[in-house]
């Protein structure tokens, strides 16, 4: 089955810098890939997702980049605020049915 | 937020016991996603049902079982329960099989 590993399992920044957190995945048929953001002891929340056809997408100060070749995607956070601090897990699917894996998940630590 | 809800908030039990714990999926989806978080986890994926039926299954044992209405709601079963069974249960519901999962804010269950 599909197997995603996801980096560093701890991200700590100052406000301002970015962030990057990376994810490989074992399973060249996967095609979607979305990122969740998930606050303590609340819902895992989409916040971007990118499928195989393409290999960068943006929304505001969050990118996605996919390399179908090494098999890794990437979630890029500019100008980081504290509101950023979550965990976040990449996840992967493919085929006719949705149904993802997750990553172990990234804490990102954003300081003031 | 996604408009899945689900019930109840928390709930404890004993090893052995049963549990049934309850989702209500956007209106208009008909896909509905099963996950188990552990703490420090990315979520396990359990089962899905698409229009009432399993539509793929997770490396979950048979006591986790699983159910879909035709109201959009649904139900996850567990007999037998283990202390291993302790973690947060959320639903994700999607418009179709291959849309994009939006997650409830999940069950904490915990077992003694």
């Known amino acids: 089955g599909e197997n995603v590993e996801q980096h560093p399992s701890t991200l700590s920044v100052q406000e301002g810098d970015s962030a990057v957190i990376k994810c490989t995945y074992s399973d060249s048929a996967s095609n979607y890939f979305p990122w969740y953001k998930q606050e303590l002891g609340k819902r895992p929340q989409l916040i971007i997702d990118?499928?195989?056809?393409?290999g960068e997408k943006k929304d505001q100060r969050i990118a996605v980049t996919l390399n179908k070749t090494a098999k890794h995607f990437s979630l890029h956070i500019t100008e980081t605020q504290p509101e950023d601090s979550a965990v976040y897990f990449c996840?992967?699917?493919?085929?006719?049915?949705?149904?993802?894996?997750f990553g172990r998940g990234t804490s990102l630590i954003v300081h003031p | 937020e996604t408009g899945v809800t689900q019930s109840p908030t928390h709930l404890i039990k004993t090893r052995g016991q049963q549990v049934t714990l309850r989702c209500s999926s956007q209106?208009?989806?008909?896909?509905v996603s099963w996950y188990q978080q552990a703490l420090g986890q990315g979520p396990q994926f359990i089962f899905q049902y698409y229009r009432e039926e399993e539509n793929g299954r997770g490396n979950f044992p048979p006591r986790f079982s699983g159910l879909q209405f035709p109201n959009y709601s649904s139900e996850l079963n567990v007999n037998a329960l283990e202390l291993d069974d302790s973690a947060l249960y959320l639903c994700?519901?999607?418009?179709?099989?291959?849309?994009?999962?939006?997650f409830g804010p999940g069950t904490r269950l915990l077992v003694l």
């Open positions: 994700a519901s999607s418009l179709t099989v291959q849309e994009t999962q939006y």
């Open positions: 990118i499928r195989s056809n393409v």
């Open positions: 996840a992967a699917s493919k085929g006719g049915s949705y149904i993802p894996t």
């Open positions: 209106s208009g989806h008909n896909t």
